[in-house]
């Protein structure tokens, strides 16, 4: 994991050329599905792994889900007439149908990650080879790498932040406060033995929704953010047509056989892409719909009641919601860009049988596959729908006051 902990540890940034230029990507994006590994192993769902199969962590992940179903329905029974008790328990249903989903797709669409996982390591060591584009994969690998640490701080800064001020409360103030307002039946969260119990799953519940949730989304990220590689190394075989053709004496062999890899190049990244949306499109519909529930009611919840628990999971669902969208746009970006290094070369110096192939392509990428909320609308930061989730908690809030 010498990657890893060499970009932990800030030594390889995403500017510096010298250092991305020591590495292999193909070495460097092995190294980054491990680490990713890691957490899949912790829930039991290493799908990534051919040979795999449901296991007692599986079980572990899937008992937590369905148990946190049944005591929900129950939280709501018991505090009844608590009307801001009643919220902040439903407030985080929004993670537990995430999961759900994410969990279900993740296993039944094993056979899409195992694919794109050989499929980008051969993409890494068929052009790692080459210099320039070595440095434009190790660039798009240290990117996500810079993503995976953020995503993780944010969500480690709301697990901690929910466990963190109970147990302050319990020894500073002698007071029982829960980390989530969920009851166990038959178990009394006032007493002594039932707080610690009910506390106890709590954390168990959090911390598998914190693995599970941290990897389904560095997952994506990791998968999706590799746009970034592909597009630039297609633009880098771009610019090296265009040299070869205002050399003197170019060779033409040379040049259709350039293009005829150029063509396929586009070809596969317009194919990665359509997968991308069909795979991603019932995920991140129940995200972005589980997002603004939640934001809707935690943002009521923060002015309502002042308190930091429900600032911190505001903070949390939003950053989830802003790397989702943000995702979106770098897809946006760089299919932009291919249109534009499409439109910029040299393709009046080919010869005229092979000019209409370009013009094919500079046609397809102006219809370029985007992601989408589940074919809705488009998944960018201009859809950010912060307005909307605003509006909503203030009609709560009406509603109430």
């Known amino acids: 994991m010498d990657l890893v902990v060499t970009t932990l540890r800030g030594r390889v940034r995403l500017f510096d050329t010298d250092a991305l230029d020591r590495q292999r990507s193909a070495e460097a994006c092995e190294y980054l599905f491990n680490f990713l590994r890691i957490f899949l192993k912790l829930i039991g769902c290493d799908i990534i792994d051919e040979q795999w199969s449901w296991n007692w962590r599986t079980s572990v992940t899937a008992g937590s889900i369905s148990t946190f179903y049944v005591f929900q329905i129950y939280s709501v029974y018991f505090f009844w007439g608590q009307w801001f008790l009643v919220l902040e328990s439903l407030s985080i249903s929004g993670i537990a149908i995430q999961a759900v989903v994410k969990m279900h797709r993740a296993i039944n669409g094993r056979l899409f990650y195992v694919k794109t996982h050989k499929n980008l390591l051969i993409v890494h060591r068929t052009f790692c080879i080459d210099r320039k584009h070595n440095r434009s994969l190790m660039f798009c690998v240290v990117l996500i790498e810079y993503v995976f640490k953020a995503v993780g701080l944010a969500y480690a800064a709301a697990g901690v932040g929910f466990f963190m001020l109970p147990m302050l409360q319990y020894f500073w103030f002698n007071e029982k406060a829960l980390a989530l307002q969920i009851v166990l039946p038959g178990i009394d969260p006032a007493s002594e033995w039932g707080y610690w119990v009910t506390t ?32 630039d190394v297609f633009q880098n075989t771009l610019v090296e047509l265009d040299d070869m053709l205002e050399r003197p004496n170019p060779n033409v062999r040379d040049i259709i056989k350039k293009q005829a890899t150029i063509c396929v190049m586009h070809k596969e990244i317009i194919r990665y892409e359509e997968d991308l949306d069909e795979f991603y499109g019932l995920i991140i519909f129940i995200q972005v719909l ?102 909503y908690s203030a009609i709560i809030r009406n509603f109430v006051e």
């Open 200 to 231: 106890f799953y709590h954390v168990t519940v959090v911390t598998v929704a914190f693995c599970g949730l941290l990897t389904s989304d560095m997952a994506l990220m990791a998968i999706v953010l590799h746009i970034v590689g592909l597009a």
């Open 290 to 391: 589980a997002s603004v529930a939640n934001l809707t009611i935690a943002l009521f919840l923060s002015y309502m009641t002042g308190k930091i628990a429900s600032f911190l999971f505001l903070v949390a669902m939003f950053g989830q919601l802003l790397e989702f969208c943000s995702a979106g746009t770098v897809l946006t970006l760089k299919n932009e860009e291919i249109l534009l290094s499409l439109y910029n070369t040299l393709w009046y110096k080919l010869p005229t049988s092979n000019q209409r192939t370009l013009c094919i392509m500079l046609q397809r990428s102006q219809n370029a596959v985007e992601m989408t909320i589940g074919g809705l609308s488009l998944l960018n930061l201009e859809t950010f729908i912060l307005k909307r989730i605003y509006s």
